[in-house]
């Protein structure tokens, strides 16, 4: 279709041009130190868009022999985050499949060029992706010091100031859970309480609490809803502290800590259920705010 409609406007061009040029009789005279020459002007019409046609080529070559390092430097930059990509992509389709060897040497491949390209120097999202991926193979691999190695720098990464990435929290919660792996939780809670990983872990926390409320069947939506969570998360936390350090017999002192614990927190409730029968159901912000985020089931 397209060498259709070619052909049809080169011949329109054509009858167009036999029309007005066929019969004109015009010339064109020059005239330089007494030398004079005449040209018809369909002739001189020919050799003037011939001219132009021609400059306009010399630009554009010239032009391109003036930016050819330049096109040569983003291909190679190109070419060096096509590499990047690929080899990263590689080590998540090798990691899923289980070959970890593969997978961390097409993690290491990214990381390498990722150093190469310009344009990927300065994503951080690229350099601690590929850098989990090195690490779950070597943990995989069970090569404990290169991973450690591997993650003490994507930890170092996360912990940089400036806003919050989904990659920082999970460096922070493999390496807690590499830890539990290694049957040390003591290193898990205290990479978790360092101060950047702080927030994450008030968010671990509340879920846990959240989902264990939910377990139990819980289906409160004024403030006891976000009371009990508090208080469980609060009792949890405190009651891990001490089964961490607990060197007795069947874990006795841990059992005693969490027996006072919950002997305290029903003392609480006890407080609260009987404040509640003295008094009549007020408007509260907190359930209005409990019933639009946790429905009543």
């Not at 052909?7 to 167009?16: G, S």
């Not at 554009?60 to 003036?66: E, I, N, Q, T």
């Not at 951080?124 to 995989?140: E, K, P, V, Y």
Request: proline share 3%.
């Amino acid at each position: 279709m397209k060498r259709i409609v070619f052909f049809m406007l080169l011949f329109t061009a054509a009858v167009v041009a036999a029309t007005l040029l066929g019969t004109n009789d015009g010339l064109v005279t020059f005239y330089w130190h007494g030398w004079r020459t005449d040209l018809s002007l369909n002739l001189f019409l020919v050799l003037a868009v011939g001219s132009w046609a021609l400059g306009l080529a010399a630009i554009s070559a010239v032009r391109s022999v003036l930016t050819l390092p330049r096109r040569a430097g983003q291909w190679r930059a190109q070419r060096s985050e096509r590499v990047a990509q690929q080899a990263l992509r590689e080590a998540l389709a090798e990691y899923f499949s289980a070959r970890y060897g593969r997978a961390r040497k097409a993690a290491e491949r990214a990381l390498a060029a990722q150093a190469e390209t310009l344009e990927l120097k300065s994503d951080a999202d690229f350099r601690l992706l590929a850098q989990l991926l090195a690490a779950g193979s070597l943990h995989r691999l069970q090569d404990r010091t290169q991973r450690d190695a591997v993650l003490a720098q994507a930890l170092a990464a996360a912990r940089k100031p400036g806003s919050p990435r989904p990659g920082d929290d999970a460096a922070c919660m493999l390496a807690a859970e590499w830890a539990l792996d290694d049957r040390d939780p003591a290193r898990a809670l205290a990479l978790l309480a360092l101060p950047t990983n702080v927030p994450f872990a008030a968010k671990l926390g509340w879920r846990s609490a959240d989902v264990m409320w939910r377990l139990a069947g819980d289906a409160a939506t004024d403030y006891n809803h976000y009371s009990k969570r508090a208080i469980l998360g609060v009792v949890y936390a405190s009651t891990m502290a001490v089964f961490l350090n607990d060197e007795s017999d069947g874990f006795a002192d841990t059992r005693a800590f969490l027996a006072r614990r919950i002997d305290q927190v029903m003392r609480f409730e006890s407080w609260k259920y009987r404040r509640a029968a003295r008094s009549t159901e007020r408007p509260s912000l907190a359930r209005f705010a409990g019933r639009l985020r946790y429905p009543g089931r």
